[in-house]
């Protein structure tokens, strides 16, 4: 009798433990597809401002990416920005990304980012804080938001 409640209870365990496992990689499933989202918006913006692709080939590639008003706001500062003096990022440095809500085909996320930026002063580093809305459309992701939280 003992040795088969011991029994239910470890295999009622064992459903638990995969059972939120299975959360655990859907969940960073979705906040590795976003990331890479991010890290190629960086990428994008950075090859723009700076010459390495033209104006019309970062929008293009913008627009794989992102939509409504974040594509419109990126293309409108990447025109406006373009063959400026800004400090060039060296490096972007995702430190958390975590799904806040999820409502039919749109997701937020909260992120906390790490900017390694090189400039007239030397490279420093500036951590931010972000909302950042995405949009789910028959399995494919895009970015509608990337907006920093107020201190």
Known sequence: MKKRYLKWIITAAAVCVVGLALMGAAESRESGTVRKLLEKRSFIMENVLFGKITYEEGK????KIE???LYSDDINALSEYRNTDLDKIERMDIIKLERKSNIYDRMTFYGKIKWTVSGMEGVYDETCEYHIGVDVDSGEYKLISFEIQDK
């Open 60 to 63: 293009e590639q913008l627009k």
């Open 67 to 69: 939509k409504d008003k």
